[in-house]
C-alpha cells in the first residue's frame, strides 16, 4: 500500500508521498479504492460514495520510524485527536497509531486526547466547515501572491 499507487488525493491534489503521515485509504466493497492525503479527505470520499460500502480503511501509523509511514486497518488503530501535532487539511491534529502505548507517549508529549477511528471521523465531520473555510482562504492568498509575483515579472 505505497504511495505510488496512490499519488495524489483526488480531493485536493495534495501528494500523498509528502503527506504518508496522514494519509488514508479506502478500499469499498464494490472494488473502487480512494488513497487520500488525510482523514479530512477521506471523510470527503465517504460522504460522496454514501451508498458503497467500505470493505477496509487504513490509515498511516504515525509511531512508524519508516521512512514512508506503513498503512494500519484504522479499526486496530489508536488516533490522538487535538494534540500539538501539526494537522493535515484541518486544524485540529488526528493521527493514527498501531501502538496503543506510542499514541500514549505522544499523548504524554504534545497533548490531546486518545480515541478511535470512529470518534476521529466525527472530530473531522465537526470540523468540516471550518476547515474547509480556513483552506479556501489558504488558496485564495496563494493565488493573490502567485498573481502578484507573476505581474511584477512582466
Known sequence: MSCA??????YCGMDRAQWHHSRHLVHYDDGLADGTC???CLAICLSLNIDRG???I???DFGSAAEVKPMVEVAAATYLIGSKLK??????SKVAFADKE????AQAEHGG???SFDEALKQTYLGMYADTMAIRKRRAERARRMNE???EQK
Open 54 to 56: 467500505p470493505k477496509a
Open 87 to 92: 494537522a493535515t487539511m484541518s486544524r485540529t
Open 113 to 115: 486526547k486518545l480515541g
Open 58 to 60: 487504513y490509515a498511516a
Open 149 to 151: 509575483m507573476a505581474g
Open 102 to 105: 506510542a499514541a500514549a507517549a
Open 38 to 40: 488525510s482523514i479530512h
Open 5 to 10: 499507487n496512490y499519488p495524489e488525493c483526488p
